[in-house]
Nanobody, 120 residues
Framework: QVQLVESGGGLVQAGGSLRLSCAAS????????MGWYRQAPGSQRELVAT???????NYAASVAGRFTVSRDNAKNTMYLQMNALKPEDTAVYFC??????????????WGQGTQVTVSS
């Protein structure tokens, strides 16, 4: 079984920065694509950023130029550096990972979410 644990959320003033982490653990053979979604109250879940195993990245237009996604394959960990934060970035941030287990089972795993609140 594979678990994803996010950390690094919190309260920050507009213009500030936060760094989220997403650590995977368990019966992992390899992790392919990873990414971040976010969901604000009353809104649908929104894709924020994705990163492939070889670190090719894509970003939502709303965060491009402010957020940077990265990963450390040796640590099975992904990061989201968020700069120039805006109140509209306030949301619960979820990470996901496409994981092949040691038993050759493919699954998409999700973290529990971490709250990011940006005050104006």
């Amino acid at each position: 079984q594979v678990q994803l644990v996010e950390s690094g959320g919190g309260l920050v003033q507009a213009g500030g920065s936060l760094r989220l982490s997403c650590a995977a653990s368990g019966s992992i053979f390899v992790i392919n694509d990873m990414g971040w979604y976010r969901q604000a109250p009353g809104s649908q879940r929104e894709l924020v950023a994705t990163i492939t195993r070889d670190s090719s990245t894509n970003y939502a237009a709303s965060v491009a130029g402010r957020f940077t996604v990265s990963r450390d394959n040796a640590k099975n960990t992904m990061y989201l550096q968020m700069n120039a934060l805006k109140p509209e970035d306030t949301a619960v941030y979820f990470c996901y990972a496409e994981v092949w287990s040691l038993k050759s089972v493919r699954d998409v795993c999700w973290g529990q979410g971490t709250q990011v609140t940006v005050s104006s």
